[in-house]
Every structure is written in C-alpha cells, then in structure tokens.
C-alpha cells in the first residue's frame, strides 16, 4: 500500500511539474511587485519593441553599481530588462542609447498566484488548502463522516465527481472553465498565458537590426525601419560610410554602422588623419649635433651647420632619422675646407661645430662696415706704459703690425731699460 502511494505521488508530482512548465511560471518573464526589482527574466525589449543596450554600456554614464541588479553583476545583467536599484517605480526598463534620457519601461507583467479556495469550494465545513503536491488545483479536508473531492458525501454512501467553482481569476475577458481534472483560463484573441496575462507577441524571434524595431499589434507583426534602411529585418539601405576613404595620408577607415572612425598611420592624428604631427615639438627626438626638421607623418634630423654626414655610412644624403645622430654627423674643420670668413692677418682655429679668427700679433678684430677685420695696433699709443712697448727711455715709433723703439742717449736694450 505505501508502495501504490508512493507511486502515485510520484506521478502527480511530475504532473505538476508539466502543468507549471506548460504555464511558463518557472520562467518568471513576470514581476512579483510593482516595482519588479527582483524580475531576472529574459525580456529584453522596451514597451515600443525598441531593443535595450546592454547594462555595461549603459552604466559608464550612470551611477549604477553591481549591488544594484538581481544577479548582483551589471555584465550578467546583460541587455535584459530590469530596475537596479528600484529606481523606477513601475518597475523595469532598459537603456536604447547611451544618453541619460534614452530609456523606456519593459511591458513586464504581474505574476498572477490565483487563489482556488476563494470560491469556498469544499462543503459541509470542510476546509480548502491550496495544492501543491497534486494536479489537481486544491484539496479539502473533510469534517467527520464526510468524503469525496468536496466532502459533499457521507460515509459509505456512493460519491459522485463534484462539480468545482471555477475560481480562477482570467485577465483580458479570458473565462475560466473546469475540464474535470484541473481549472485553466480560455483566453481571448491576441493573448496567451495561464491567466490570460499576455498579449500575443508576434514579435517573438524577430530580431531587427539596430535600424528598426518589431511592434506586434492586434495579433500582426509590423517591423519599422529607421531611414535610410528598408527590408524585412531593416538589414538593406545602409550607407557605405567608407567610400570614397574619407582617411588621408594613408589611415584606414573603419565602417561602425552610420559612421566611421579612421585609424591613422604613425605621424598623423585628427577626425580625418589630416593633422600633421609635430614630432620635433612634442618629443624632441634629435641630439646636439642635429636639427629637428618636421616632414609629413615623421620627422628628420638634420646636421646643424659646421656638421657634415659621414660620407661611409649607408646613407645617401645628410639627414638621419633616428634619435643619436652624433656618429653619423662629423665636425666640419672649415679652417682646413676654406669654408670660413677670416680676415686677412689672422689665424683660423677650428672648434667643434664652428671656427675662430685670431688676429695675429699687433692687430686686433674690429667689425667695420659690416665686416670683420684685423686692424694695425698702434702700441705707442694704447700701450706706453706697458712692458711689452717701448720704455719712456725711448722713442715709440709705430710700424704695420708691430713697433721699434729708439733710445735716449744714455739708454740701450730693445725697449731702451738699461744704461
């Protein structure tokens, strides 16, 4: 006996699990309160069939955190519907864009619990439980010396099949009707679920691209395309962003659905890859020896005046690229080349980068006219008192580049000291 129990529990139990599959309960694509915080369900498109964006792309500009969403993740939230937070009072919604405004509610709908002991089915003070454990909506527990399904026989007497209350409570004009086993609701036109609860979503399966967006209406679906795109899923009309290359200079366009990005080669920068980079500003690049020349998406290291490349390396003119140019730009002796200005009575002395004009001895550089030259000293003037010229034992007689001195009777030696 407790085997043929058993047995039958089993069945009705799995019976139960049918019916609930069958009514889509265990799906939970319906809120338990107004506010729908807790809804995890998979609808994923807002109440104008306007698909959602995803919670992850959403939240860069919101202040929206994990804690906020069922999952407690804001990734496994995924582009579903919901209210994180419960910031929304009538319960989910979702993003369609990545600005603030750009958001609608889900059409989520109540989880509707029906309660089969409101129509007071059990007789003859019978008490009514909500049945859990069998197929069968409710169970009575029958006063002494009562049975059947109702409790409306009495012991030992023959019981037949009581009729049950309908109790359940339809939506949408559904009716409720009894099939000798279980209650369940026949629904209108354009509505489904165990209480009539939803419309009829023809747009189920219909996925639009990113251009449209699936209204079902009246039992019909309708798929409405933004401009310029047209088609049954709005996958024709799209523009080709990339042609002609908007990109200069060699970038690369990228199409991203009604725009583009282009990607730019070393050098250049800007919406188009159309600004030249000025690498010899930002980065400085060139060492001592060169000048940093900016070129078209690069730059060049010029060897600065009294420089010269080196004529064994492999380059074939005098510019270098890389950074360290101090090997490849050798000194220029312009003393030995001729490539230097010194005036006549003067010595050219090479420096690194650059030359020196020493006057010789008894004439000094002074700029006249605009021109560098080597003037006589007059020594017996500038420099009488000087050891280098004449003594005041002498005459101080001026010549070209130099002086003699004649001395006082009395007087010898070459600046006339000693007597």
């Known amino acids: 006996m407790l085997l043929i129990i058993k047995c039958a529990t089993l069945a009705l139990v799995i019976a139960l699990g049918l019916f609930v599959a069958s009514t889509g309960l265990i799906a939970k694509e319906c809120k338990d309160t107004e506010k729908g915080w807790e809804y995890k369900g998979k609808i994923r498109f807002t109440q104008k069939r306007v698909k959602c964006l995803n919670w992850e792309d959403a939240s860069r500009n919101l202040d929206i955190k994990d804690d906020d969403f069922p999952e407690r993740s804001v990734v496994d939230a995924k582009n579903y519907c919901r209210n994180p937070g419960r910031r929304q009072a009538k319960g989910p919604y979702c993003y369609t864009s990545l600005s603030k405004d750009a958001w609608d509610y889900c059409d989520v709908p109540f989880c509707s619990k029906p309660n089969h002991c409101l129509g007071h089915p059990c007789q003859n003070n019978g008490s009514c439980y909500q049945n859990i454990n069998s197929g069968l909506p409710y169970r009575c527990a029958c006063a002494p010396n009562w049975t059947g399904q109702n409790c409306n026989c009495k012991d030992g007497e ?16 559904g009716t409720c009707s009894w099939d000798g086993f279980q209650q369940h609701c026949v629904c209108p036109n354009y509505h489904e ?35 310029p ?5 709005c996958e024709l009309g799209k523009p080709d962003v990339c042609s002609p290359n908007p990109c200069m200079n060699n970038g690369t366009c990228v199409d991203q659905l009604l725009k583009y990005q282009c990607l730019c ?13 000025d ?8 060492s001592e020896r060169t000048q940093c020349k900016n070129i078209p998406g690069g730059h060049r290291c010029d060897c600065r005046p009294g420089f010269v490349r080196n004529v064994t390396d492999n380059f074939n003119d005098f510019s270098c690229t890389h950074t ?35 006057c010789h001895n008894g004439f000094k550089l002074e700029t006249r006219d605009n021109e560098t030259v080597c003037v006589d000293i007059d020594e017996c003037v500038t420099s009488m008192f000087e050891l280098s010229t004449c003594s005041q034992n002498s005459n101080c007689t001026n010549t070209f580049g130099s002086f003699s001195c004649t001395c006082l009777p009395g007087f010898e030696g070459q600046q006339c000291f000693y007597k």
Do not use: M
Not at 219 to 226: T, Y
Not at 229 to 233: E, I, P, T, Y
């Open 158 to 173: 023959a019981c037949e099949t009581a009729t049950v209350n309908c109790t359940l409570p339809c939506e949408y004009g």
């Open 265 to 277: 080669v070393s050098g250049f920068t800007g919406t188009n890859c159309s600004v030249n980079v």
């Open 279 to 286: 690498v010899c500003v930002l980065y400085k690049p060139c």
């Open 324 to 358: 360290i140019c101090d090997e490849t730009c050798a000194d220029v002796n312009e003393c030995q080349t001729g490539n230097n200005t010194c005036p006549v009575n003067s010595t050219c002395h090479n420096t690194i980068g650059s030359y020196q004009c020493i």
């Open 229 to 233: 795109f047209s088609g049954s899923l």
């Open 193 to 227: 679920g165990t209480l009539c609860q939803y419309r009829v979503d023809r747009c189920r399966g219909v996925w639009p691209s990113y251009h449209g967006w699936c209204v079902s209406e009246d039992g019909q679906k309708h798929v409405n395309c933004s401009e």
